[in-house]
């Protein structure tokens, strides 16, 4: 289990951004991770009118697991830094509740379906207390710089 604030090793997220409470399952051969976010009234994006946080942060909670499991396949079979990602699009995202309410945890789970050079794209699935809460797949590009990405790109 890697906890905060070692999980900023593996990841571009800092400080408040950082999103992630731990990584507690990950195996880089099956590109498969586990990550958990404890929801507290004090969380940055909690909204006291929805009593909890809105359940579109969840695509936020699936892209940086996304980013931790880069960042541990970097790391730990390459001995890089963790790259930066962008999200290219975002399919089927399903909620099936409004808020993610204070007190409960909420586990993360993504999966590599596909890969192609950089290009990757993810299952992803949010639960609290065993049950899936939100769902999506998320296509997403890695760069090594994306600032040159962007120049030769505009």
Request: one cysteine or more.
């Amino acid at each position: 289990m890697i906890e905060r604030p070692s999980i900023a090793e593996y990841l571009p997220h800092k400080d408040a951004m950082l999103l992630l409470d731990r990584l507690v399952d990950w195996d880089v051969q099956k590109h498969t991770l586990t990550a958990e976010v404890d929801i507290q009234q004090d969380s940055f994006f909690f909204e006291p009118s929805l009593g909890g946080i809105p359940a579109w942060v969840g695509f936020e909670y699936m892209a940086q697991s996304i980013a931790a499991l880069s960042g541990l396949h970097g790391r730990l079979v390459h001995n890089t830094e963790p790259k930066i990602g962008c999200i290219m699009s975002v399919r089927s995202f399903t909620a099936m509740i409004p808020a993610f309410p204070p007190g409960n945890t909420v586990q993360v789970k993504v999966h590599e379906l596909f890969r192609e050079q950089s290009v990757v794209s993810f299952d992803c699935v949010l639960v609290v207390e065993d049950r899936e809460v939100c769902t999506a797949v998320i296509n997403a590009i890695e760069l090594d710089d994306p600032c040159t990405f962007f120049k030769e790109t505009t």
